[in-house]
């Protein structure tokens, strides 16, 4: 069977899932798995093709979310409309957030993006005009695709978290073949020699930190809709975005496939020991996660596909 033809017939098993996957519960830990698949593309952009390492991308997913349900619940707009707009927020902050911080490098940005995230969730913590600690409810509307909510069935918001980690692996793609992705691949390997071959670094690392959060603000308007309540602790905590770097670290990071493999491990430890550990065994996931990534650091230090990936990549596009 050829590659392409593999491909057509995991993509039809793929859009079929709803019609043989009946439990709520599995159907929901699959949106969740294509939720976080495209959130770890996102952090793949910046983290894993440019090699810069952040962790403060819930910023992005939490602006999302805040921007598509305050311009529904102020002015009225359309969730869809919202969404493009939380996409235009969540781009516009982190080009705003990485003037200053790329001028940071290796851990200190870490550390930077780090503080940032956790500011930004005291600050909507107690921001009377956001819901403060209280939150954000959204009011439950008929069943449509124009009101962006479903009751009867969970198979709409599968399709949707598939359109959405489609556009996100099809953006990487770009990006991954484009002059761009030469540009970021050619920072993260050597800042100092990518800058002696006239390379702006900061002008692709912005477009860079541009891309990753307007994905990622796109997943958190799709979140809003998903569960229809949002505060800081949800949709801003510090261990979202730890979760989401780890996802595209784990499966292969600076691949395309690697953060889809790394959600498709990683969520269901998390979605499972949630269920069967409850409020007694909180952050079980995280422990697993840790031991995880020691193994992998390890064993496969370049993730699950990191090092299959580099090698199936032609000799002359290897950076």
């Known amino acids: 069977m050829t590659r392409a033809a593999a491909g057509l017939v995991v993509s039809a098993a793929v859009l079929a899932v709803p019609a043989w996957v009946t439990d709520p519960f ?3 830990v699959l949106i969740v798995i294509a939720m976080y698949a495209t959130l770890g593309t996102a952090w793949n952009i910046l983290g894993g093709y440019a090699g810069q390492v952040s962790i403060g991308h819930s910023i992005f997913f939490g602006l999302g979310a805040y921007t598509s349900t305050l311009v529904f ?4 707009l359309n969730p869809w ?10 781009a516009a902050v982190a080009v705003l957030i990485g003037f200053p911080c790329f001028r940071l490098r290796g851990h200190y940005f870490v550390i930077a993006t780090a503080v940032l995230a956790e500011s930004i969730a005291v600050i909507f913590s107690g921001w009377e005009a956001v819901g403060s600690g ?3 409810q959204l009011p439950i509307l008929p069943s449509s695709l124009a009101a962006f909510q479903f009751h009867e069935s969970k198979a709409p918001y599968y399709y949707i978290a598939l359109g959405m980690l489609a556009v996100a692996l099809a953006v990487a793609a770009v990006v991954e073949r484009s002059k761009l992705g030469y540009c970021l691949k050619a920072i993260r390997e050597d800042e100092t020699a990518a800058m002696s071959l006239a390379i702006d670094i900061r002008r692709y690392k912005l477009i860079a930190i541009a891309i990753s959060g307007a994905l990622s603000a796109m997943v958190g308007t799709f979140y809003a809709q998903f569960v229809l309540f949002i505060d800081p602790p949800s949709v801003l905590p510090l261990s979202l975005s730890v979760l989401i770097a780890l996802i595209p670290i784990f499966g292969g990071i600076g691949t395309l496939w690697g953060p889809v493999l790394g959600a498709a491990v990683l ?3 998390s979605e499972l020991s949630r269920v069967h550990f409850s409020g007694s065994g909180r952050n079980v996931d995280l422990i697993i996660y840790g031991c995880l990534i020691m193994i992998m ?4 230090p ?4 990191g090092r299959a990936y580099r090698r199936a990549e032609p000799e002359g596009q290897r950076v």
């Open 26 to 28: 599995t159907l929901r």
């Open 73 to 76: 619940l102020r002015l009225g």
């Open 81 to 90: 409309l919202g969404l493009i707009a939380g996409m235009v927020v969540g």
């Open 134 to 136: 209280l939150g954000l």
């Open 267 to 269: 969520i269901p430890i």
């Open 297 to 300: 650091s390890a064993w496969r």
């Open 302 to 305: 370049m993730g699950l596909i």
